[in-house]
């Protein structure tokens, strides 16, 4: 891929590259640009790096469900809201292996799983080191997502061979404490640079919608593609409002706003996989179409995102063949 692509705002040429410090002035500008122009721009930077007709496909399971103690106030599965999700305990091995089969025989090349903790307790590695050895045996790859991690614990499952940790920003610093007081902005970069440490790659993004303004969007991307490694993988997700959680009336983002974010993902980190993740039950088939060619390239496939509702794969497969879309194959633009 060529190291840098030229970008142009406002009459003036920018050099876009993997490795670009950004401020967030320059990103207001581009998020702001024209929304065609924006599109065209975002566009021409993705095709550098991917295939733009090629989609990554993942499968995520919750491999424990619901008790969380931390109070995100757009979580179903956290304590703290009323939304009337039991608890579950931590599935066993063969299960999560049962379904990852599942997912490779559908399709999915990287297998995620995710447990609703604060922090993963140490008498529970074993198990979770084994699901990454199993998962990683069927020639998947692996993503975990268990909250907080120690240095310690980043580096066993760096030992096993985890190839993705995911732990999302949720938003900007500036908005942060209207969704989260149990753990902080800073609580949440530092495990990204304990996963870092352990040469785990980094999946972290955000979710769009729980009342933030756009300039919070802007800084969110601001803030990821400024890690000292911009993530491999970033989730933009659209808050899907769970009755019962402090968000649940929350006023829909807008799509444009939207494609836009995910316009500025891709320009901003030209090498990352942007996942179109949470919300695409409330998406149009036409405004996944703009975020593909805005630059979006990774979806979950199956029907449930964790406890969340998702496309069917019968409506994702009629979605590609309509776009002329086909499935990324394993390791492509890593």
């Known amino acids: ?31 702001n640009l024209p929304f065609n122009d924006l599109l065209f721009q975002a566009h021409s930077v993705h095709r550098e790096g991917f295939d733009p007709n090629a989609v990554q496909l993942s499968r995520l399971l919750s491999i424990k469900t619901g008790g969380c103690p931390e109070d995100c106030g757009y979580c179903s599965q956290s304590a703290h809201n009323p939304t009337g999700l039991k608890a579950s305990k931590l599935m066993e091995v063969e299960c999560v292996l049962a379904e990852a089969r599942k997912a490779k025989e559908g399709g999915a090349t990287r297998y995620c799983m995710g447990a609703a903790w604060r922090s993963p307790k140490d ?8 699901m990454v050895e199993g998962v990683r045996e069927l020639g998947m790859e692996t993503c975990m997502t268990l909250g907080m991690l120690s240095p310690a614990q980043a580096a066993r499952l760096g030992n096993a061979g985890l190839d993705y940790y995911n732990h999302n920003i949720d938003t900007s ?3 942060y404490s209207e969704i989260i007081s149990t753990r902080t902005f800073a609580d949440r970069l530092e495990t990204l640079a304990n996963v870092r440490e352990a ?5 972290a993004g955000g979710i769009l919608g729980m009342g933030e303004t756009t300039d919070d969007h802007i800084a969110m991307l601001v803030t990821l593609a400024n890690l000292p490694v911009p993530p491999e993988s970033v989730p933009i997700n659209m808050l ?21 974010a995910i316009a500025l993902a891709r320009i901003l980190m030209p090498r990352t996989h ?6 695409r039950t409330e998406m149009s088939d036409e405004m996944q179409a703009l975020c593909f060619f805005a630059g979006a390239n990774s ?3 199956g029907d449930t995102l964790l406890t969340a509702d998702n496309p069917g794969e019968d409506h994702d497969a009629g979605l590609f063949r309509r776009l002329g879309l086909k499935p990324m194959a394993l390791g492509a633009a890593e």
């Open 1 to 31: 891929m060529p190291e840098a692509s030229t970008l142009k705002y406002d009459g003036s040429t920018l050099s876009v590259c993997a490795e670009e410090r950004w401020n967030l002035s320059d990103a207001r500008k581009i998020y």
């Open 123 to 130: 008498r529970d590695m074993e198990t979770i080191v084994a």
């Open 173 to 175: 610093e500036r908005f």
């Open 199 to 203: 040469g785990i790659k980094v999946c």
């Open 240 to 260: 899907i409002p769970i009755p019962g959680s402090k968000l649940g009336n929350a006023t829909p983002v807008d799509p444009l706003e939207f494609v836009r």
């Open 274 to 279: 942007v996942r179109l993740s949470a919300g």
């Open 299 to 301: 979806i979950f496939v």
